[in-house]
């Protein structure tokens, strides 16, 4: 049976029309050399709150509501028995958690292995000479920094000489490497009823201090701001 079919039947959900992603087959539109896919994207197969991903032999899924959290060992066993794979590694760390009474959750559900080296393969997968384009979203990057982040900017600041690259990232080593930093947020409104996602262009000493909260957390301290100031300055010499 198809991935997401399977998942929905595990849930009792009505039937999907399930195409080459919804199967667990790599996208073929684009010349991609890459072993990512994504299995189920949310409301569009009819699963709102669940994202899926499938890396070589790992899944990544996000769980962004109640109801998917509810289910979710069930729905963690239905992956698994569908692809056939061992390893599932969660990455429910959206601010939209929050809005449904949930805290943010990441680690292995079933499985085990190194999250360093999987962000790194990642990273490194869209890195073929003959694409137009590459959206990369480090999916395993908490837990992540040091030489690993830097090694996963360098990539894809290498990447980026050939072609457009937009990366989703939380490390502050990448972020650095960007040409364009682009801040994202949201913000609950009527009540948490609505969601406002903002997206802002950072200026330049507005960056640094992105960079610097991205290091040190909520309270940006001088020796914060002095250490993304040296990242700025490595990715640029």
């Not at 050399?33 to 299995?39: K, N, Q």
């Not at 590459?134 to 040091?146: H, K, W």
């Not at 409104?189 to 957390?217: F, Q, Y």
Request: charge should be neutral.
């Amino acid at each position: 049976m198809a991935v997401l079919e399977d998942v929905r039947d595990g849930l009792g959900c009505a039937p999907a029309c399930v195409g080459p992603r919804g199967r667990g087959e790599p996208d073929t539109c684009l010349p991609i050399a890459s072993d990512g896919v994504r299995l189920v994207h949310g409301e569009a197969d009819g699963l709102p709150g669940l994202i899926v991903d499938r890396y070589a032999d790992t899944l990544c899924a996000q769980f962004l509501s109640v109801g998917v959290e509810r289910w979710k060992a069930t729905i963690a066993d239905r992956l698994l028995a569908a692809t056939g794979l061992a390893r599932l590694y969660e990455r429910s760390d959206s601010n939209s958690r929050a809005l449904e009474g949930l805290q943010p959750a990441t680690g292995w559900l079933r499985g085990s292995g190194a999250t360093e080296v999987a962000a790194n393969r990642q990273a490194g997968a869209c890195a073929h000479e003959n694409i137009g384009s590459a959206e990369v979203e480090i999916s395993g990057d908490t837990g992540v920094g040091g030489a690993v982040a830097d090694a996963i900017g360098a990539r894809l600041a290498r990447l980026a000489g050939k072609v457009q690259v937009m990366a989703v990232t939380h490390a502050p080593q990448v972020a650095a490497r960007a040409n364009q930093h682009l801040l994202i947020s949201k913000d609950a409104l009527d009540k948490g009823k609505r969601v406002a996602t903002r997206v802002n262009a950072l200026a330049a000493d507005h960056r640094r201090e992105e960079i610097a909260r991205m290091l040190a957390g909520a309270e940006i301290t001088a020796e914060a701001r002095a250490a993304a100031d040296r990242l700025l300055r490595a990715a640029t010499a």
